[in-house]
């Protein structure tokens, strides 16, 4: 099938879209279909453009600045994006997780306790140990959405989690990226069924 490719002006408005999904609380790339307000002839005067011509000449431009809103830093620069080998390697760390997510979540359910449920208790207001899991980095962010949307736990922890900073950082960033996570949820149910031998 044939597909038009981007020019620099349609990565910029794309690089937009998504920076305002993953670090504004009020806009949403799938309810307004990726539309943000930006002109050409502003773009055109902007110093940085050179920078989304070179972006646009990749085939992925989607999924690679996805992958660098969830996995790198937070204020993301276009300049950087392109000029730095890191972006690259995230990029193919995300590759490699989506592509293998389902040994990478049962990889990830060793780390919990064998009581499951006691991995999500909140107690005295700190941070329980499937959230220190995922600052630690021993677990992935893929894995920690999934297990939300089979155990719905997010709601408990934004009344009993007392610090007001990391968690909603890191509840903010699941909620953005969700949307944009394909897996099968019956499949990871049954797995989290049988590895911890639950009725669910």
């Not at 794309?14 to 309810?31: E, V």
Request: proline share 2%; net charge positive.
């Amino acid at each position: 099938m044939f597909t038009l490719r981007m020019d620099a002006f349609d990565a910029y408005k794309l690089y937009i879209a998504l920076k305002n999904h993953f670090t504004s609380a009020t806009y949403d790339y799938f309810k307004y279909n990726g539309a943000v307000r930006a002109s050409r002839q502003s773009f055109d005067t902007r110093k940085d453009k050179y920078f989304f011509h070179k972006l646009s000449k990749r085939k992925d431009i989607k999924d690679f600045l996805v992958s660098l809103f969830v996995y790198g830093k937070k204020d993301l620069w276009i300049g950087d994006v392109l000029r730095n080998e890191e972006t690259e390697k995230l990029y193919q760390e995300w590759q490699r997780i989506r592509q293998s997510l389902t040994y990478v979540f049962m990889s990830d359910l060793e780390k919990f306790n064998d009581n499951l449920v006691s991995s999500f208790v909140v107690e005295d207001g700190q941070h329980p140990h499937a959230l220190k899991l995922l600052l630690r980095n021993e677990i992935h962010i893929e894995t920690f959405i999934i297990m939300n949307d089979l155990l719905r736990f997010v709601p408990t922890w934004n009344k009993n989690i007392t610090e007001k900073v990391v968690w909603p950082e890191i509840r903010q960033k699941c909620k953005k990226y969700h949307p944009f996570l394909e897996y099968d949820l019956d499949k990871c149910r049954k797995i989290v069924v049988d590895r911890f031998e639950l009725k669910m």
